[in-house]
């Protein structure tokens, strides 16, 4: 068996040892233009010419849960690509979006803000109720953070393409729901998949919906958002804020108006990182299945797109 590695955003070596650990009876190595056909390739955004020249493949794993970047690509027909399913991302997204939305509704950026210029002021609390939590995609990722949200007593509302009833959330679903979903919060969780159905839906149609103050934490992908509608709606003080760990261009040019902005917080693209260890545990883990015949979770649909 053959297995191939390609990814620009991380080093290659320590990946291609692990997978040998992980499949000793398999030969890895790094993709290079004109190798060898494989039986399995393991990557991160990898050029179009890799899956024209490996037309041949099995599986393409993908090391991320977010299959965007694959979808563009003119994939071989029938080609299996396989998600990361969670593999140590569902705890650190969990852990992103509780700081994020308890550090906006405790106010700890203004405490932060006022203890810097020597002051020191009590605010009245605010009562969580007053902040019902909207989680777009209750998939692998919003279904753990809708957990752990849930944990702080936070009421969570739930939006997701089909019916997911979820344990303490208010489930929404589709289109027809969407706006009776916005208008039921005030702080907006995105975490759904980038597709032809969800690019741009984070404008100032759905945002304006939010409860007013409303609070925006995107943590799926930059071209959810249409930026300019942020920025009109924060001067408009319709919303309060927005944590941010996607952009449409990352990183972002040193001119881009959300890197000083008082309002906005920003990351880069880490809220939750692909975790080495665990992912090779599971793709080995699927690679040996495949092998048997059997199924494997987190096969991509084409028509969907995630
Ligand atoms: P899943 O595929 O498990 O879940 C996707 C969810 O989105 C599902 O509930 C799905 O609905 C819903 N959804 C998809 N399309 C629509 C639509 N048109 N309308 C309404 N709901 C929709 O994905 P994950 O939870 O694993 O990951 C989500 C995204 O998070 C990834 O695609 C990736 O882009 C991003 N991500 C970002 C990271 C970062 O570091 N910033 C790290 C990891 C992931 P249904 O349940 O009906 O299918
Ligand atoms: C992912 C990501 O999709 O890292 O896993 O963004």
């Known amino acids: 068996m053959r297995i191939y590695f390609h990814s620009q955003a991380t080093k290659p070596a320590p990946w291609i040892d692990a997978l040998r650990s992980a499949l000793p009876e398999a030969e890895v ?133 089909t019916p997911r009833p979820l344990e303490g959330v208010r489930c929404f679903a589709g289109r027809g729901q969407f706006d009776d979903f916005l208008s039921a919060s005030r702080v907006l969780v995105c975490l759904l998949p980038l597709t032809p159905d969800t690019e741009g839906i984070l404008d100032r149609r759905s945002l304006g919906r939010l409860m007013p103050g409303g609070y925006l934490i995107n943590v799926a992908r930059g071209a959810h958002l249409v930026e300019p509608d942020l920025l009109a709606l924060l001067d408009e003080g319709h919303l309060a804020g927005a944590t941010l760990d996607v952009l449409r261009e990352e990183p972002p040019p040193p001119d881009h108006p959300f890197l000083r902005h008082p309002r906005i917080t920003l990351t880069p693209h880490n809220s939750a990182r692909t975790l080495r260890e665990e992912s090779i545990a599971q793709i080995a883990g699927k690679i040996r299945a495949l092998g048997r015949g059997e199924p494997v979770a987190g096969v991509v649909d084409p028509v969907r797109g995630y």
């Open 29 to 161: 190595a790094e993709w290079s233009p004109g190798a060898p056909p494989a039986d399995y390739a393991v990557v991160w955004h990898p050029p179009q010419q890799l899956l024209d020249e490996q037309p041949g493949l099995k599986a393409l794993f993908n090391i991320g849960a977010g299959v965007d970047a694959l979808m563009k690509l003119n994939l071989p027909a029938g080609l299996r690509v396989v998600r990361l399913d969670d593999a140590g991302m569902s705890v650190q997204m969990a852990e992103y979006v509780c700081h994020a939305l308890i550090r906006h509704v405790r106010e700890f950026d203004i405490f932060e803000h006022e203890a810097k210029q020597g002051r020191w002021g009590y605010r009245r609390p605010r009562a969580r109720g007053d902040y019902p939590v909207g989680l777009m995609g209750l998939g692998v990722l919003g279904a753990r953070v809708a957990q752990a949200v849930r944990q702080f007593e936070f009421p969570v509302n739930g939006w997701s393409r």
